[in-house]
T-cell receptor, first 116, second 117 residues
Framework: AQTVTQSQPEMSVQEAETVTLSCTYDTSESDYYLFWYKQPPSRQMILVIRQEAYKQQNATENRFSVNFQKAAKSFSLKISDSQLGDAAMYFCAYRSPRGSYGKLTFGQGTILTVHP | DAGITQSPRYKITETGRQVTLMCHQTWSHSYMFWYRQDLGHGLRLIYYSAAADITDKGEVPDGYVVSRSKTENFPLTLESATRSQTSVYFC????????????????FGPGTRLTVT
C-alpha cells in the first residue's frame, strides 16, 4: 500500500518570502499522480497543483511550483512571494491510476502560517 | 451553481443514532469518494464508487454504509453512531480514475462536521 508522509506539522513564512513544504511517499508503482491540496479555514479542499509521474518537468501554477524527485520519492511544494491568503493547511496526496478507482492517499498535512 | 454539495454542513447527534450524510454532484462524474478528516491523520478513505451500484470499501469502512442508486448522489450512512466517528467528512468526485485519460484530480465538497455526543 502506498503511504504519504509530511514531516513538517507546521511551517511559517514572512509575507513576500518563499517557503517549501516537504512530502515523501512510498510506492512500488512507476506511473502515478501527485497532488497538493490547500485547505483554508473555510475547510474547502482546493487543488493547488498536479504532477504526473511520467513527466520529468516539474509542474508550475503561478507562484506555486513543485520539486518532483521520482527516484527519491519526494514531492515538495514551493510557494514564492507568499501572501496572507496562502495561510492554510496543505496536504500532499498520491493517486494510483490502477485499482481502487484512483483513490487518494493523503499525508498528515502541514499548517502554513504567513506573517505580515 | 454546478459542483459538488454536501448536506448538512453541521450535525450533532447522539451515540447509537443513525445518521445519513448527503453528497450530490452535477458534473456526472463516474467516480465518487467519501473521506474523513481527523487531526494527525489527514484524510482517510471510507468508501468509494466507480458508477451507480458499484461501491467498495476504503481504509476505514467499519460502521459506515454507502449506496449509489444514481450517478449524482452518494450518501454515507452511520448505522449506529459512535463518538469515534466524530469527524469532518468530505465527499469528492472525479471524472477519471486516471487509467483511461481524462482529468484525474478529485474535486471536493465543502465538508460536513459531525459531532457524536
Amino acid at each position: 500500500a502506498q503511504t504519504v508522509t509530511q514531516s513538517q506539522p507546521e511551517m511559517s513564512v514572512q509575507e513576500a518570502e518563499t517557503v517549501t513544504l516537504s512530502c515523501t511517499y512510498d510506492t512500488s508503482e512507476s506511473d502515478y499522480y501527485l497532488f497538493w491540496y490547500k485547505q483554508p479555514p473555510s475547510r474547502q479542499m482546493i487543488l493547488v497543483i498536479r504532477q504526473e509521474a511520467y513527466k520529468q518537468q516539474n509542474a508550475t501554477e503561478n507562484r506555486f511550483s513543485v520539486n518532483f524527485q521520482k527516484a527519491a520519492k519526494s514531492f515538495s511544494l514551493k510557494i514564492s512571494d507568499s501572501q496572507l491568503g496562502d495561510a492554510a493547511m496543505y496536504f500532499c496526496a498520491y493517486r494510483s491510476p490502477r485499482g481502487s478507482y484512483g483513490k487518494l492517499t493523503f499525508g498528515q498535512g502541514t499548517i502554513l502560517t504567513v506573517h505580515p | 451553481d454546478a459542483g459538488i454539495t454536501q448536506s448538512p454542513r453541521y450535525k450533532i447527534t447522539e451515540t447509537g443514532r443513525q445518521v445519513t450524510l448527503m453528497c450530490h454532484q452535477t458534473w456526472s462524474h463516474s467516480y465518487m469518494f467519501w473521506y474523513r478528516q481527523d487531526l494527525g491523520h489527514g484524510l482517510r478513505l471510507i468508501y468509494y464508487s466507480a458508477a451507480a451500484d458499484i461501491t467498495d470499501k476504503g481504509e476505514v469502512p467499519d460502521g459506515y454504509v454507502v449506496s449509489r442508486s444514481k450517478t449524482e448522489n452518494f450518501p454515507l450512512t452511520l448505522e449506529s453512531a459512535t463518538r469515534s466517528q466524530t469527524s469532518v467528512y468530505f465527499c469528492a468526485s472525479s471524472e477519471s480514475s486516471g487509467t483511461s485519460g481524462g482529468r484525474s484530480e478529485q474535486y471536493f465538497g465543502p465538508g460536513t462536521r459531525l459531532t457524536v455526543t
